[in-house]
Nanobody
Framework: QVQLEESGGGLVQPGASLRLSCAAS????????MGWFRQAPGKEREFVAA????GGRDSVNGRFGIWRDNSLNTLYLQMHNLKPEDTAVYYC???????????????????WGKGTLVTVSS
């Protein structure tokens, strides 16, 4: 059974940085694509960042960076210069293959964590 557990969310002021972590169990992440998505109140879930098995990656903007530590079976999201509009529940996901697919719903992700809340407010 694949499980993903996000951590690192919280309340921060505008302009702050925050690092989210996603610990995976039940699947070795080495050969799978993974990603971060978010859902703001009253809005649909949207793409934040994704990374292939070989390190190829993409993100919604230059303030967010994604990387993985295969030795820890953990995915990370580093966020800089946070804005109030970044407030959302952030979800970690792992794909069913080695690549992510921007043309597919949810980029081809297969399993999802329960999310961690990030609130950006002064």
């Amino acid at each position: 059974q694949v499980q993903l557990e996000e951590s690192g969310g919280g309340l921060v002021q505008p302009g702050a940085s925050l690092r989210l972590s996603c610990a995976a169990s039940g699947r070795t992440i080495t050969t799978y694509a993974m990603g971060w998505f978010r859902q703001a109140p009253g809005k649909e879930r949207e793409f934040v960042a994704a990374i292939n098995w070989d390190g190829g990656r993409d993100s919604v903007n230059g303030r967010f960076g994604i990387w993985r530590d295969n030795s820890l079976n953990t995915l990370y999201l580093q966020m800089h210069n946070l804005k109030p509009e970044d407030t959302a529940v952030y979800y970690c996901a792992i794909g069913g293959s080695s690549a992510y697919y921007p043309g597919e719903v949810d980029y081809g992700m297969e399993y999802w964590g329960k999310g961690t809340l990030v609130t950006v407010s002064s």
